[in-house]
């Protein structure tokens, strides 16, 4: 049955990055990154394409909103929410260009970037992880098995140990997630109710 072998397939893909101890590494290095930039006064931005730039609006919300409880919100956001640069952008000088461009014109030094990619291809988010190095931010690329292109080009790739792009998509919410609560609960513990 489609149903069943489809969840068997997410928990299966997840057991891997449980089972992986240098994932999980990362994973916490990843929050601790994203800890230590809220703390010195930087930001967190994301950015991705289709579903994973769903993910990356979906993730920023979670810091700038909440999580699990009431807190301040945390800088943070997905930097294809502004349509009319966007499309500018696309149209004057190309689509490979719209995240870079944003980065250059509100990233700074001790920022974080994180690159959502299931390919790890992308060019516009390879851009945006070139243009984020340029300027001192961590960079993070959340991306499936072999990292792609990106691999090599991030502080910390998160390369989820599968090739089926709705079982890596899942697994970079699920991270997203961990990461997040991570932060909180580093952050606000004391404010917990």
Same mark, same amino acid.
């Given at each position: 049955?489609?149903?069943?072998?489809?969840?068997?397939?997410?928990?299966?893909?997840?057991?891997?990055?449980?089972?992986?101890?240098?994932?999980?590494?990362?994973?916490?290095?990843?929050?601790?990154?994203?800890?230590?930039?809220?703390?010195? %006064?930087?930001?967190?931005?994301?950015?991705?394409?289709?579903?994973?730039?769903?993910?990356?609006?979906?993730?920023?919300?979670?810091?700038?909103?909440?999580?699990?409880?009431?807190?301040?919100?945390?800088?943070?956001?997905?930097?294809? !929410?502004?349509?009319?640069?966007?499309?500018?952008?696309?149209?004057?000088?190309?689509?490979?260009? !719209?995240?870079?461009?944003?980065?250059?014109?509100?990233?700074?030094?001790?920022?974080?970037?994180?690159?959502?990619?299931? #390919?790890?291809? #992308?060019?516009?988010?390879?851009?945006?992880?070139?243009?984020?190095?340029?300027?001192?931010?961590?960079?993070?690329?959340?991306?499936?098995?072999? %990292?792609?292109?990106?691999? %090599?080009?991030?502080?910390?790739?998160?390369? !989820?140990?599968?090739?089926?792009?709705?079982?890596?998509?899942?697994?970079?919410?699920?991270?997203?997630?961990?990461?997040?609560?991570? !932060?909180? #609960?580093?952050?606000?513990?004391?404010?917990?109710?």
């Amino acid at each position: 049955m489609k149903i069943k072998e489809s969840i068997i397939e997410s928990i299966e893909t997840k057991k891997r990055i449980l089972d992986n101890p240098v994932l999980i590494e990362i994973i916490e290095n990843v929050a601790t990154a994203c800890t230590e930039a809220f703390c010195n %006064g930087n930001k967190v931005l994301f950015c991705g394409n289709g579903g994973s730039a769903a993910d990356a609006q979906h993730l920023a919300a979670e810091f700038s909103g909440r999580f699990y409880f009431d807190r301040a919100p945390l800088p943070s956001e997905a930097l294809h !929410v502004n349509t009319s640069f966007l499309t500018a952008v696309a149209n004057d000088y190309s689509f490979d260009e !719209v995240y870079s461009r944003m980065v250059r014109g509100i990233g700074n030094q001790g920022d974080v970037l994180i690159g959502i990619s299931t #390919s790890g291809n #992308s060019g516009n988010i390879i851009k945006a992880i070139e243009t984020a190095e340029e300027l001192g931010m961590i960079t993070v690329g959340l991306t499936g098995e072999t %990292g792609g292109k990106m691999r %090599g080009l991030c502080d910390y790739l998160i390369n !989820v140990p599968s090739t089926d792009t709705p079982r890596i998509q899942e697994s970079h919410i699920m991270i997203g997630h961990i990461i997040c609560d991570i !932060v909180e #609960s580093s952050l606000f513990s004391s404010d917990k109710n």
